[in-house]
């Protein structure tokens, strides 16, 4: 089927069904954690609300409106499954459905120029949430000033009465606070405009769970909150981001909390499973960029448990002209954390193995690999039990192969 005429049916579909059943649309974009994000306010909201959320990372002209009409993205752009769909589309349209969510919350994706005005030509939200802006996908943006101006649109688009959801301990978000007219609602650790806060933010092993605990501050209050399966430290800013639109829906903390202990990271974004060996594999392999690489290199090195700390860095795609600086970012990341092996596996990432060794990484903590096979063997060979082992790489570079061949 012509893509540009899905797209276009796709689009006037989607504006009849909204005006039609008017939900409260969350849009949510950012350059790391929207897929996050978008899940903990989901399972945060759903705790009194009937609620629904695009498909696992689908943030596209065809997963957006897939999750208004309430369909899955097909696999393939077949002509029979999209017929079904747009018949299910005009059915909704029709015939009133008693079930149809009250809130949609949606993920956008703004890998190129245009992406988040097309979304905002026929999506008008109630909340808008940026969660963080960064050097991804510059191959397709000039400047980063050209990412930043992208994804600000989400913010700028919204009424008096919306809100403007933003993590202020991001200092490029903070800056575009100004560019909207709603109603500012700031979250982060730091920042003194934040309505909600964290603190004691730590992950720790309860119960036999990897999970990550800290103290929702809203209100005066301090609510305890234990997200099992959650084992990133960075991850506190979904949630945070979670907590603030719960507050704007009136929840209390405590009913804030009870829905984020449901909240689970999808497959490939800092997931924990028992590998090979007795050992603990965290499969963050989805993607990578140079803010997301080095704070799970952090919170690999803060992990509770675990004999030694291995990092398996793969490739960093779509970079642009930041390309050569972010890798040796993160090879200095890598060096001033505690992380015993450092293995590297493309052309790009032999950077990151260099600029550890020049931070100041012993040369026989590094190795580096131009074969996937021989890094899997590699690590066969020489994983310990009880050894905390992180997968990460651009989604081109198939780490997740890594970690699926090397789990239980």
């Known amino acids: 089927m012509c893509r540009s005429f899905l797209k276009s049916t796709l689009r006037w579909l989607s504006i009849i069904i909204l005006k039609r059943y008017k939900p409260d649309i969350i849009a949510i974009t950012g350059s790391i954690g929207k897929t996050s994000a978008k899940e903990a306010c989901f399972y945060a909201l759903s705790q009194k609300f009937s609620a629904r959320r695009t498909e696992k990372n689908y943030g596209t002209e065809f997963g957006v409106p897939a999750a208004i009409i309430g369909v899955e993205v097909p696999s393939r752009q077949l002509l029979i499954k999209w017929l079904i769909i747009f018949i299910k589309a005009i059915g909704l349209i029709i015939i009133k459905s008693k079930k149809y969510p009250q809130i949609l919350v949606l993920e956008m994706a703004a890998d190129k120029p245009g992406d988040i005005k097309y979304f905002m030509s026929f999506i008008k939200p109630k909340i808008s949430i940026i969660t963080s802006?960064?050097?991804?996908?510059?191959?397709?943006?000039?400047?980063?000033?050209?990412?930043?101006?992208?994804?600000?649109?989400?913010?700028?688009?919204?009424?008096?009465?919306?809100?403007?959801?933003?993590?202020?301990?991001?200092?490029?978000?903070?800056?575009?606070?100004?560019?909207?007219?709603?109603?500012?609602?700031?979250?982060?650790?730091?920042?003194?405009?934040?309505?909600?806060?964290?603190?004691?933010?730590?992950?720790?092993?309860?119960?036999?769970?990897?999970?990550?605990?800290?103290?929702?501050?809203?209100?005066?209050?301090?609510?305890?909150?234990?997200?099992?399966?959650?084992?990133?430290?960075?991850?506190?800013?979904?949630?945070?981001?979670?907590?603030?639109?719960?507050?704007?829906?009136?929840?209390?903390?405590?009913?804030?909390?009870?829905?984020?202990?449901?909240?689970?990271?999808?497959?490939?974004?800092?997931?924990?499973?028992?590998?090979?060996?007795?050992?603990?594999?965290?499969?963050?392999?989805?993607?990578?960029?140079?803010?997301?690489?080095?704070?799970?290199?952090?919170?690999?090195?803060?992990?509770?448990?675990?004999?030694?700390?291995?990092?398996v860095l793969g490739d960093m795609l779509e970079l642009g002209s930041f390309e050569n600086k972010g890798h040796k970012q993160v090879g200095e990341c890598a060096a001033s954390q505690k992380i015993d092996l450092l293995l590297t596996y493309g052309e790009r990432a032999k950077m990151i193995g260099k600029s550890a060794e020049g931070a100041g990484m012993a040369k026989s903590r590094i190795q580096h690999f131009d074969n996937q096979d021989k890094l899997i063997d590699y690590l066969r060979e020489n994983m310990q039990p009880d050894d905390v082992i992180l997968i990460k790489g651009s989604h081109g570079m198939k780490m997740g192969e890594v970690a699926e061949k090397l789990k239980t």
Do not use: M
């Open 133 to 311: 802006i960064s050097q991804v996908h510059l191959e397709k943006f000039a400047k980063f000033s050209q990412i930043i101006a992208e994804k600000r649109q989400i913010i700028e688009c919204l009424p008096p009465e919306g809100y403007a959801v933003l993590n202020f301990d991001d200092e490029h978000l903070k800056k575009t606070a100004c560019k909207t007219k709603a109603r500012i609602l700031a979250y982060g650790l730091n920042s003194q405009e934040a309505i909600l806060k964290a603190q004691d933010v730590k992950v720790i092993l309860k119960d036999n769970q990897i999970g990550l605990y800290f103290k929702l501050l809203y209100k005066g209050t301090a609510t305890p909150v234990f997200a099992p399966g959650t084992a990133a430290v960075h991850q506190i800013y979904s949630l945070l981001a979670a907590a603030t639109c719960g507050s704007i829906y009136k929840l209390t903390a405590l009913e804030i909390a009870q829905g984020l202990e449901k909240f689970q990271s999808l497959p490939g974004r800092f997931t924990v499973k028992k590998g090979q060996n007795n050992t603990w594999l965290i499969d963050d392999a989805y993607n990578a960029a140079p803010v997301s690489v080095c704070a799970a290199l952090q919170s690999l090195s803060d992990f509770p448990t675990g004999k030694r700390k291995i990092a």
